[in-house]
C-alpha cells in the first residue's frame, strides 16, 4: 500500500481544500510532524508533560517511582505552576487582513486562522492551556485559556466563523488584552501590522515587560509584497476605500517594493528590541515556518 504523503497539508492550498477548520488543523499538524526527523514533541511529550528530571535537592519523596520502573530514570511529578502553559492567540481580524490576490489560494485571515488552529490543537494535546482574542477597531473576541478537548471544540467553532469587518485600531483595542493576560505565558500575535502599528508594537512591549513570551506572526499576501500588477492601475486602502489611488504599476513597483521591505524590517527590528520573535509570512508559504518558529519559542518557555 502507497505511503501517504502527509507533508502535503503544509501546503495552503491543500488545506484550504479540506472543508472543516477542525480537520485542517489535525492535517496540518500531522503534516508537519511527518516533515521532521525528530517528533516536534520530543522534549515535552505527553508521556512526560507532567514531569521534570530529578534535581539534587529535590525531596525523595517527589520521585515518580512507577515512571522510574519504566525508564529506570529518576523523575519528579512537576507542580501545576511548572506544568500548565497558558498561550494566548491575539488575532487582528480586521478589513486589511480579508484581503486576497486573484492567484492567491487564500485569504490572510485565513491563513491566520489555519496557523491559530493547528497551534490550538498542538497545545491542547500538550495538555496546556490555549486561549483566543480577535480584534479590529475593538476587542472582538475573548476566550479564557483552558486546556479541555471541549475547549478546543468551542475555539475551532469561533475561528471557522470569523469574518473581517472593520478596520483596525491598534491603540483603541490592543490596550485592553492586558488586563486579560494576568499569569505570565506565550503570546502569539497574528496580523499584517497594517494600521497603526507603533501602538500594537507599544502593547506587545508591555506584555514583554509582564514577562510574557511573545512571538509576532506578520502575514502579507505575496501581491502585497511584490506588487505585480500591470499597466495602469487602481489601488484601494484595506483598511479605507476612501485612499485610492490611479498609478502605472511597473513605474512605481520598485518604490512600492523598497517601501515594503522598509516596513517590514522595521518592525521586525523593533520587536528583536523588545525582545519578541518575528516571522514575516506569506500567504504562499509553507505552514511549517509559522509552526517551527512556535515550538522553539515553546520550549524556551521551560
Known sequence: MPEVDLGKYLNPAVVNAIERLDLQAKCIVEGFIAGRHRSPYHGFSSTFSEHRRYNSGDPIKDIDWNVYAKTEKHFVKKYEAETDLQCHMIMDISSSMGYKHEDSEVSKLDYGIFIAAAISYMITKQQDSIGLITFDNELCHYIRPKSKMTHLAKLITILSQIKTCRETSFSSSLPNTLKLMKQKGLVVFISDMLGDSEAALQTLQMLRCKKHDVIVFQILDEAELKLPFKEMSHFIDTENNDLQVKAKAEEISQAYQD???????????????????????????????????????RRSCF
Open 259 to 297: 517601501e515594503i521591505e522598509t516596513f517590514t524590517n522595521g518592525i521586525k527590528t523593533e520587536c528583536e528590541k523588545i525582545g519578541a520573535s518575528y516571522l514575516l509570512l506569506s500567504t504562499s508559504d509553507s505552514f511549517d515556518k509559522a509552526l517551527s518558529e512556535f515550538l522553539l519559542k
